[in-house]
């Protein structure tokens, strides 16, 4: 049987579907090595968060929450943390609300010169971070604005609207111009049709850009070093910390926090929508009379 | 303005930088009339109905809508709704909601809103199809909910564009019908937009025939089709036959006209534009046209060539007669009466055609 | 009879509006008006929080630092300063060089109708512009650094664009359900701080790191490689780690958006799997590769975290030395001019690879 199965497959029809499939496989085992690259080196952070030595390096020591109790007890941790949350969501949300009007500008109007406004509203993504944090720093420095959180948000706001208006034009692109059109067709303003038609619509591509710009602010470093007055970020703390060797371990603890958080958080919204798209489903199926 | 117009529209252009769209157009349309825009794409005529709707503002001329002036109105507050060419239905609404969209601002009850809601399902036939998601629709029901979209909230005028060009053959057909038919009930102004000439000989009270951002005419569907006043719309409105020709005489209503390779032409005076020694275009639609295999015994025109080409439609043939000197052949529709599964279609046999004077259309020489 | 299409009479009179009204029609008309409202609070924001500040470093670029002040009379003492600050001040002869460089694609349109050569050309001239301009710039500090940040992400974003394609692909092409997970599984390691992300790697890499203390408690090596940590491998790796995420998004959206009935079309025209891979998919994905590229490059190139994590001395980019000359140097000037010169270079840099690209697309169709 194996052998006539193998001449078969050496001879028969079946050759290209086994070639294929074998070339399936090749690449299988490509993407899993590519996830391991891509997690083992973040793994360590929970891994030596947990050993009871303040070396990091195999072997391991044992199991220990030390590292924990010592960062949950960091006063300058939690106030960098707090610090990063609020310029996060401060900037995340700013940003949108820009990147929106924006997109909307974009997407939906002919206008002269929308090119060359549009390039510049994307310069922050093509310009080194440093360059225009350290822009900002000499501009805050002639003027006399003292660094604080605000200059850091200002900073963070540039980067973060060019990215918020990439992601909702692409979402504005995606509905038809026409839906817009009916709802003011219909006897609505241009203020109730954004409510009615233009904003349910946009609903994902705004959360996208809310989790995107949220996230870059809150793990952004480059511009907040130059920016940072006296108070500091999560990641200038971060930065502060990896110099001393003691201080090590309980950054770790942090990242596996930040880890852990990140992957709750992003299994939540997976749940999240998995229930929505059911639900809606359940609920057409069992509505609907036929 | 006269006072039967419901919407005026007054040498009005609209550019969009070199291009223009439409260019100096002037028309009315009356009250309670089914009146088509037809003309290929790219003709303006998806341009001067979004004007109508308020969605494109003209660069020049005035637009009015029962005596109103239109230039300070936004789309919102004119009393014209629209069904859009793919139908626009709100996608995170269902039936109901996408049909009850409009009527927010009338503040009414909610039992109120059912009811009309209801009433409105009921006239469009999707009763019971209340509570379906807008994806869960075909594309005739989707139709049909942009239709009872814009009808319940009464407009004036109902714009539609091309609301049948998603449908197929069948069922457009079916709509063509419907269409007309709730037009006649509602009472409501029809402006519909289409490039499909049938479709708007069918349906309409009146048809604008458009090309270049200019109307060519504007007229009944009969009139349209008997009656073109040039090539272009001869053309562009089923099938005709051209010859360039010479009026030789005139005598009690009657031209004789001169077609090189036709000889003499007997047609009808149908405008100041034929007059003796002058220069014209004779048009004969193809089924005017009646073909013998012998020469016929008729005071009509007769013309004799060979047969060049058949194409078969089953109730139809289109008979191609190459004539001497002639440079394209002469189409003639045969309507297949009898039943007949060979012969007839010899080619190169010789046949005569006939055509009475009064089939003949005398254009201006373009 | 015929309604001969006259124009229809005007309506009676002019019609008179009310200046608010006429007002309101102007704005209801103009789309520009309302466009551009909806974009002045963005353009706003740009103009004074990223063009201004921008213009003023460029005008600090043209002025001195005396101590903790500034000599504001203009001058281009930084920008030769930033060229000439070499060890055995071969400014001359490197700029021999340069000009030698920049000048030899000049010739190349003499050759237009020799099209396999000319494909050549467009990619030889630029490497062999690139090596010479690596030569001549070798002694001199700045633009050496300069020069070695470009290199490092040259190869950085070679490295990472190259790993993430067959990944994009295989999300695109072999995941059938769930590719919303797979996306997921690749972008939740770069929630964790991109510091702790590069931080994660000098741990492995270290004298002391898991890689060497691991295979010394397995008995493999007797002493721990030193190689690893403090070079340019170890920035390139990590780098090339960081970034991994932005490189695969774009390349898998592109790929994504693919008309899979193109792909049926080529094969029913006759190419195999590699003809077609190399005459429509990769073509197509371009689009996401050279945005890619975009991203991991432009950010690295300025990049100074990682090279002081674990690039050591051997790593520093300019990125460094511009953020000292504004820290611990404390040359504002020369800090300005050398970020005027890498922003100048990078732009024409970006520039010459978006035209390279859009040649090479030419000659492949």
Redesign the interface.
Known sequence: MTAVATAERRFGGLGAATAGRR??NG??I??IS??A???V??M??PL?SFNDSI?????LKGFTFEWYHQMVNSRGLVQALQNSLKVAAIVSVLSTI??T??A???T?????G?AP?VG??L??????????G??????AN?VGVPLSLYTIG??H??EC?AFS?VVMISRLEGFDKNLEEASLDLGENAWSTFRRVTFPLAIPGLIASLLLTF?ISF?E??LA??LAGNEAT??IY??SQ?RFPTKLPS??A??AC??GV??I??TFA?WVRRRGVKGIQVKAVSEVPR | ?SERSII????VSKYFGPVRAVD?L???IQRGEFFSLLGPSGCGKTTLLRMLAGFE?PTKG?I?IDGQ?M??V?PHQRPVNMVFQNYAIFPHLNVRQNIAYGLRKAKLTQAETARKVNETLDMIKLSGYGLRAADELSGGERQRVALARALIKQPKVLLLDEPLGALDKKLREEMQLELRALQKTVGITFVFVTHDQEEALTMSDRVAVMSAGK?????SPT?LYE???NQEVAGFIGNMNFFDGLVRAIKDGRATVDVGPLGEIHALVNGPHVSVGAAVTVAVRPEKITSFSAPPNTEANVVQGVLDKTAYFGDRSHLYIRIEGLEKPIAVVAHNVARELEGSGDLNRPVWLSWPAEAVVLLPSE | ?????A??P???GK?R?GLT??L??VT??S??I??????S???G??IL??????G??IT?SFWTQVYLDFDRSFTFGRYIKFFTNTEYSKFFESWYWISLALAIPLFVPAFPWKRRLGALLIVGYPAIAFYLIGLSVEKAIYPMLLWKSIKISGAVTLATVV?AY??A???AF?VKKNK??WL??????F???????V???K??L?Y???F???L??LGLIEEPFMFLLYSQFAVVLTLA?AW?AFAILPIYVSLEKIDRSLLEAATDLGDG?VARFLRVTLPLSMPGVIAAS??VF??T?????TPN?VGGTTGIMI?NI??SM?GKANN?PL??AS?VI??IA??AL?CAFLWLTKRMKRQIA
Not at chain 1, 108 to 112: C, D, F, H, L, S
Not at chain 3, 34 to 39: D, E, F, I, K, S
């Open positions: 070339r399936v690449l299988v490509y993407a590519y996830l690259f891509i997690y080196p973040v360590f952070l030596f070396y990091i390096a195999f072997p820009l990147g009007l924006a909307k500008a974009v939906r109007y002919r206008m002269p929308k406004a510049f509203i310069i922050p993504l093509v310009i080194p971070g440093i360059i225009v350290i822009a900002l720093l000499v501009i002639v200002i900073g706001m540039l609207t208006m996230t793990d470093f480059i070093f130059f999560l990641p971060i930065w990896l950054v770790l942090l990242g930040i880890l990140s992957f958080v992003v997976e | 303005m005026s529209i007054s040498n100096g002037s028309l009315e503002w005035e009015f002036p230039a300070a936004p109307v060519l005419q504007i007229d009139q009656a073109p006043v | 009879m015929a309604e001969r299409v124009p229809v005007a309506p009676v019609v509006l009204t006429r309101r029609a209801l008309r789309e520009p309302r466009g551009y409202a909806l974009l609070p963005t353009l924001l740009m929080a990223l063009a201004l500040p921008i003023l470093l600090f790993l067959p990944m692909y295989f999300i072999h919303l997970i997921i599984l690749i972008t939740v390691p929630w964790t701080s991109y510091l702790l992300r931080f994660a790697w741990i492995i270290g002391n790191g898991v060497n203390s691991g010394m408690s780690h991994a799997p975009l991203l432009i950010p190139v300025g990049d100074y975290v994590l990125g511009i953020q504004f504002w800090g300005g970020s890498s922003m990078i732009t970006i």
